[in-house]
């Protein structure tokens, strides 16, 4: 580990209560939401993230009162050329297009999501790199072959670029023992405190953390209550949106993992126990729906994994 650097340890579960335990949250319609989005193609301020900064902590459009819950099917491209040769790819485009296996994984993506009984999608967003875009489009030609049948109608995707990958500039395009062997300190630091990693000037996990509580303004105001919103993004970004949207620090990023196609879902929903209490409270959760599902849960607790090089 780089002398000078202080090893900090993972915050346990249990120290993040406070945040579980509902928050309070304005039902009005934030008017911050053009203004902070000006940012969303930009690194954080400063390269570092505000320390309220989550989407917990701060004024957002949830479900009105009464309403049905709002839904975000937070899906991963498929597998590519770089994944399968253990190659960072950061915010490369079309560098690294979709394998077999990729594409495969996006046919099966389609017809899940059209399987689904609730799949009438109130909005869908998509990365705006070449390997999200393909695998969306993939999913939807799948998806359509059987959709056209049942009459399950498919929106078109809403390309936005502050949803792409983890900007790791020169690592970008490198394999994961190229940079162990050129950047061996800052490897360190990726594998045990990503939140201390600093590339070109940038810290990378702020300004990606960043990114994500920006693109949680846009989802919650256009979200449809009752109707899920698909989202098809990245790895890396999709864990930052899921911990941003729950409250939880850049440490526990390391601590999830989301695979090639796999598919994540986050729910808002009125929290039933605070239901006299002013300003109205919500609750939070997330689970996995393909191809494993699990229960709702508002833990992250999952052991690190030795993955690949990002996606």
Known sequence: MPRGRRRLPLLSIGSLDSRRSGR?????ALGLASTLLVWAGSPAP???LPEAFS????????PEKGQ???RFWIARHGQTTYNAADRFQGSLDKESPLTEKGQRQARE????LVAQPDAEFGAVYVSSLTRARQTLAIAAEEGESVAGAIGVPWPEGKPLRQMREIDLYEWQGLTKDEVKEQYPDSYVLWKEEPWELELSGHRVLADLFYRASCTWELLLKE???????????HGGFNKALVCSALGFPMEAWRNMTINNGEVLEVEWLPDDSQKWQTPIRWRLRWRRRHPERTGWTDDITEAAPE?????
């Not at 989407?55 to 949830?62: C, L, N, Q, W």
């Not at 993506?109 to 899940?112: I, K, T």
């Open 307 to 311: 993955h690949s090089a990002v996606a």
């Open 24 to 28: 309070s949250l304005s039902a009005v």
């Open 68 to 70: 049905p819950t709002l």
């Open 223 to 233: 979200a449809t209550p009752g109707k899920p919103t698909l989202i098809v993004a």
């Open 46 to 48: 400063n390269g570092h």
């Open 55 to 62: 989407v917990a902590s701060r004024t957002v459009r949830p």
């Open 109 to 112: 993506l389609g017809r899940w």
